[in-house]
Structures are given as C-alpha cells and as structure tokens.
C-alpha cells in the first residue's frame, strides 16, 4: 500500500492517532484524507489544520446507518475508498464488575465499528480487487489492559475479526492490517496517568510513550510491507512470544508489575529532617 493518489478515510480521526494518520497520509501524497468522528467541529478543525486534501465530518461508528452513509457519500465524491481506517476506540478502566453500559459502549465501539466499516466497503473493494483495511486495535488486543476488563476483551475481538478477515479476502485482492501500539501520548493515556490509573501506570512502566506521529510513521512502513500486525512497540512482539510460550510466567510477570505499582502507592517517605536555623542558638 502506497498512499500515493490514494483515498482514505481514518475514524476517530478528531486527535492522537487518527489525526496523526490523516496528516501523515496527506503528506505522503494521498488523493483524498476523509476524517470522521463523533465531535465533528473537531474533526473539521483537524481537517482544516492538515489542508485541502482531507474533509472532516461528524459520525458515530456504533450506528451502522451513518458508516453506511459516509462510505456511499465519500465513494459518489472521490470514486473508490482505498484505504479505510477503523480507528476510533473507547477505554472504560473498569474490571468484570463495570456496568453493563461500559462493556456495551466498548463492543459497540471497538468491535462493532470494525464490523460495520468492513460491511460498508468490503462489496466495492471486492468488485474491484483491491483494497485495505486498517484497524486499529492496540497491543492489549494481542496482550492484556491491566485495569481494564472491557478494552482487554473487545480490543481481542478486534484482532480475531481482522484475522478472520485478512484469511478470507486476501486472495480476493484486500489487504488488513491490525495496528497495535502501546503506550501513545493520547488524551486517553494522558487522563488515565492524570487520575493514577493502575492501567495507565502499567502501560508506562512497560515501554516507551510514543507520540501519535511516530505512530503514524510505524503505520505507514507496516502499510508498504502488508503486514498484518503493526507494531510500533517492537518489544510487544517479545512479549506476545512470551505469552504463547509460557503464559503462566507472563501472567505471574505482570501480577509482579501490579504489586509494585500498588506498594509504591502505599509508601510513604519517612518525613525530612528541618533544615538548620540561619540564626544562631539563643544564649541561656
């Protein structure tokens, strides 16, 4: 994949990751960059920032009949989608007892965005015998989200679903990828550090941050090679090795991790001695 004269279309493309593909794409010569996300004055804004290339619109991906709605409208405008990037995502930071709200608000969003992108452009794609799609799925879809039950178990589904179809359409011509960062400097991270969320600690002390642009530059050389896992953290590829071979020690690892997270929250330094008085001790 080439982004060359290309036509893509990037979801949650209103900040962090999905902004960071769309400026990246426009850069390296794409046709056409179509930003898509639920804050729509946002997303203009960004679209705007990246230059006459990209356009922004407001959608919501857990509502079938709008993804629908943009594919039909960005294929009557520019021809053909090239490239569509299932980007958007939700965290909830909650554990198996989240309400029943969170855990449907991330399969709505992580997994069902996903399948209803596929279904909107898979029948053009398949007519013309090429195509991409990109889904953006983080490293906990391939490892685990410490603190965070919902992301773990959707974010997995994400990754199943691009495998199952990266095995049925690519001799038909349409290439997936799943793009699995770790730790990005998001508002999404960023908010989770901010409140001291065990999660966000564990992905911090796992590996570098990365920014949204270098993440970007990883998507693009994982693009021109068609692999199918994306991996900006090359040390997630060390760890899901690890996983497979011994997940007993992987997991007692990461159980480790969490305990010394959790005593460092518990410490507390012994108080400083006062510092000495500037005036001399008074005379008896």
Known sequence: MNLTDRVAVIT?????????LGRRFAAEGAAAVVLADLD????RAVAEGIGPVAHGVGLDVTDEAQVRALVD???????????FCANAGVATGGGAEAPDADWERAWRVNVLGHVHSARAVLPAMLRRGQGYLLFTCSAAGVLTAVGDAPYTATKHAAVGLAEWLAITYRDDGVRVSALCPQGVDTPMLAGGLAEGHLG???IAASGAVLTPDQVADATIAG?????FLILPHPEVAGYARRRAED?????AGLRKLVRRLRAADQYEPPPSPPPPSPWPAASP
Do not use: H, K, S
């Open 12 to 20: 949650g493309g209103a900040g962090g990751i999905g902004a960071a």
């Open 40 to 43: 729509a004055d946002a997303t």
């Open 223 to 227: 693009l021109a090679e068609e692999r």
């Open 200 to 202: 966000a600690r564990v």
């Open 247 to 251: 997940p007993d020690g992987w997991q």
């Open 73 to 83: 409208e960005t294929e009557r405008r520019y021809g053909r989608i090239d490239l």
